[in-house]
Structure formats: C-alpha cells, structure tokens
C-alpha cells in the first residue's frame, strides 16, 4: 500500500477510558458539592471556643477532596494535579495566587530537589552499582535476605541523614539491584516489595533520631512551649528506637506476605556480584569526589543541631551547595537537568501547597478540634489511639509537622481530664506522623519510589491499608506494654 493510500485510512481512535473520566468527574463533583455547599457548623473545643469554618476554609477542603482523589486514581498525571491544586486556590480566592504558587518554591521542595539529584549523582558516576554489588555480595542469593538487607540499610541511614537524601541514595541502588533479579522493564512483585519496602522503612527508621526528619526537633520545641518540658534527643531515640526497628522488621514480614518475590533465590547471584564489583576497579576521581560532597553535606547538616554556630544555616541551602558543587566539578551537566523527575518535584510542590492552604485558612484546625470532640469521654487509650489516627490519616495528605501541630494542643487539653499524661501523646504522634503509607504526598521518600515504575498510586493505597492497620497496632502495643516497662508514664497518677 503506497503511503498516500495510507494517508487516506481512517485514523484509530483513542479508546475512551471509562475509570479514569468517572474519577476525573468524581473529583470535580466533590470540589463542587463542598466549595457550594450551605455553611458547616463550628467546631467547639473543650475550653468552648469556636473555630468557623469560613467560605476560604470551606475551599481548602474542597480542593483536598479533588487532589486526593485524582492522586489516588491517576486520572490525570501526579504533578499535573498539584499544578491543578495551585490554579484552583487561586481561580476560587481560596488563597491569594501570590501565596499559593509561592508555596511550590517552598525550601522543603527544594530539598527534595537537591536530595534527588544526590541520586542521580550516584548513579551517573558508578557509586551506585558499587555499592550494590558489594551489598549483594553480602546478602547473599535469597530474595527474602536481600528483601533485609535493603530495608536495613535504609534504617540504619535514617539515623544519621535525613530520610529524603537516604530514599534519593537508596533508590538507584534498588534500581541496580532490581535490574540484577529481571530483565524485564515490567513490574514484579518483588520490586513492588523493593520500593514501597524501602519508602516505609525509611519513615520507621526515621523516628529514631532528631536527624531522621525535620518534624522531630520542630514536635519537641513545640511540645516544650506548651508543656514546659524539654525532652532531650537521647530520650527521644531511646523511647523510639525499638518502636522503629519493631516496625522494619515486621515491614520486612510484611513485604515478604504481600509482596513475596516471584524467585526464592537468584543462583549466582553472590558470585557475579563479586565479581562485578572487583570489575569495577579502583575508585575513580567523580566517585571520590561525590562521597566527598556528600558527606560533608550530610555532616554539616547533622552539625547544626549541636553546634551553635552552624546553628543558623539552612539545611536546604547547604543541600543545594552540594547540587552547585556537582555542576562546578563536572560532574553533572546542562543535560542532566532534563533527567530531573519533575513529575515528583511537582508532586510535592502540590502537597507543600494544600498544605498551607488548610493550615492557613483554618480548615486543618476545624477538622482537629471536630476529630478530637468525639473522644473527649472515652478512655484514655481509645483517645491516644484517636489523636495518633487522625494525625496518620492527616500526615498523608499535609505536613506531618503541621498535623502534629493542629492536633497536640487539642490533645493536651483533653488528655488530663482522661488521666493520659502529655508525653504519651507526643510520642505516639511522632511515630504515626513518621509513617504515612496511604499516599504518595505523604512523604518524599513514598514519591521518590513511585518514580521506579514498579507500581500505581491505587496499588500504593491498597499496600497501604494493612500496612497502617499494622502500624496502629504497633503504636498500642508501644503505649501499653513498651513504653511503660521502659519508664515512661502513660496515665497521670490519682491525686
């Protein structure tokens, strides 16, 4: 057939694609049912002030409602709907645009930026493999150990750097490892257990020390301004260090159920490793300078909060020095930009910004205070186990900071009156708001995963549930067994 004959078919047409618009319209009827809605009743909390809930807050949650359900069911791609998120605030006068788009520039995207391009950094100049070949050398051939290995690994980094910089460093060493169990670019069960594994092992492990996550020290001074009480950084890794490696090691059980790997074993697997690693040779010039970059981003970073005079620096402009430091050695180059996941920067530009906008118009406050009411008569582990819900299910969707911040001066009002003492209520907070498993927004590292193509955000949600129903458990078990027999006091004692 000549090609003007061809030229002359009647073009495919793209098939219509029933979910998605269901979903797509599903979203925009919730925005719509809430943004138009008559008026919702206040809010009351136990010292009996109100909290309106105004026409702008009313939006913000209208716009919630439409976000989380296009992220969830991908109608439309993840970053575009965060861009969706910023057009809507300003199209509505929810917020001024101003401050709604100034929030997709926040430093905490930045930092993801910077952290991502410390990935990309280790896979262009070889690190990467090296280190996951001398790792797999290790573990040797069963999947089940390389399942722990990874997901140890990734913990135990989270103790000294944040959780972000460790899923960006972990994530193409996975890659590398993945590529090693198949050839193929589809997704299998054990890179879906590799990858959402390592993102929720990095919030577990990033509990543990005030240089996991930035929510940490933010919670601890917040906590001190209300109660009066300074809680230390070695007390705080003491009470949550066997919370958070209980958690890694039940993920890895976890992973190992729901996501077993196709393959027990990958036979050779030890021997080309090893032998892949010595092909490597010595180390080069860019791989030494990369280690050096980093650790010194990461020492410094880790330095500011015990010495008072590096106390000043931001972290996200001594992780963008390390991005500037890569392009002035040539190591990375103009071309290399084009390689940056801006569907993932944009994602969490998105979230930033639904973020502030319910923290700011009021809106986050009148769903604490609402959440928190129900709980006011009940005993007093059923409202531990309450508040540590809602900032969960909160942290999925908003700064987890904020979400403890929203919640905790609630909680400590109420908390006496039920005989729980206040530390109780913070550290169970903390663990839960280190853990979101439900949504991609929930935490850099979940996003940076996401990237491996190794899953949906539907699947990411289905993983989620029993994952977060385990993790509730947990936090249970820690606030009437562990905690306790480790001296903290839970219940204030009868007068």
Request: hydrophobic share 60%; proline share 4%.
């Amino acid at each position: 057939m000549s090609t003007a004959a061809a030229a002359q078919l009647p073009q495919e047409k793209a098939s219509f694609d029933k979910k998605r618009a269901f979903f797509m319209f599903l979203g925009i009827a919730l925005f719509s049912f809430i943004y138009w809605c008559p008026p919702w009743p206040d809010a009351i909390d136990p010292l009996g002030e109100h909290f309106v809930l105004s026409k702008e807050a009313k939006g913000a949650l209208a716009v919630f409602a439409l976000a989380a359900t296009w992220w969830v069911f991908e109608v439309l791609p993840i970053g575009v709907t965060s861009i969706a998120i910023g057009t809507l605030q300003a199209l509505f006068l929810i917020r001024k645009p101003a401050v709604a788009f100034k929030d997709f520039m926040d430093p905490s995207v930045l930092f993801i930026f910077g952290s991502i391009v410390i990935g990309m950094v280790f896979t262009k100049t070889g690190l990467t493999k090296r280190l996951a070949y001398k790792m797999l050398a290790i573990v040797g051939e069963r999947t089940s150990m390389i399942y722990l290995g990874c997901f140890v690994m990734t913990a135990a980094l989270t103790h000294l750097m944040a959780h972000t910089a460790v899923a960006a460093t972990m994530f193409p060493l996975l890659m590398a490892i993945h590529a090693l169990y198949s050839d193929s670019d589809q997704p299998t069960k054990f890179g879906k257990g590799l990858f959402i594994g390592m993102a929720y092992v990095a919030g577990a492990g990033s509990i543990i020390t005030l240089l996991g996550a930035a929510r940490g020290a933010v919670a601890l001074g917040f906590y001190k301004d209300i109660m009066k009480v300074d809680i230390s950084f070695f007390e705080l890794t003491m009470y949550m260090f066997p919370i958070g490696w209980l958690m890694v090691f039940l993920l890895w059980g976890f992973f190992m159920i729901f996501c077993k790997p196709e393959r027990a074993r990958i036979d050779g697997l030890k021997q080309r490793s090893t032998r892949m690693y010595k092909e490597l040779g010595v180390w080069s010039r860019n791989e030494i300078i990369t280690i050096t970059i980093v650790l010194t981003t990461i020492v410094v970073i880790a330095l500011k909060n015990f010495v008072p005079a590096l106390a000043s620096l931001d972290k996200t402009g001594i992780m963008l020095c390390s991005t500037i430091a890569f392009f002035m050695v040539g190591i990375l180059t103009l071309e290399d930009l084009e390689e940056i996941p801006w569907n993932i920067i944009l994602l969490f530009a998105g979230a930033m910004s639904i973020g502030f906008c319910l923290w700011e118009t009021g809106a986050a406050k009148w769903l604490a205070v609402n959440w928190l009411q129900l709980f006011k008569d009940a005993p007093g582990i059923v409202f531990i186990l309450g508040m540590a819900f809602f900032v969960m299910m909160m942290t999925n969707f908003i700064m987890n900071v904020a979400a403890i911040a929203i919640s905790l001066p609630v909680a400590l009002v109420i908390a006496p009156y039920l005989g729980v003492t206040g530390e109780v209520i913070l550290f169970s907070s903390l663990v839960v708001a280190g853990m979101p498993f439900l949504l991609l927004v929930g935490a850099a590292p979940n996003a940076i995963a996401y990237n491996s193509k190794q899953f949906s955000t539907g699947e990411f949600v289905m993983y989620g549930i029993p994952a977060s129903i385990l993790l509730m458990v947990v936090v249970w078990l820690a606030v009437t067994v562990i905690w306790p027999l480790m001296g903290m006091a839970t219940k204030i004692p009868l007068a």
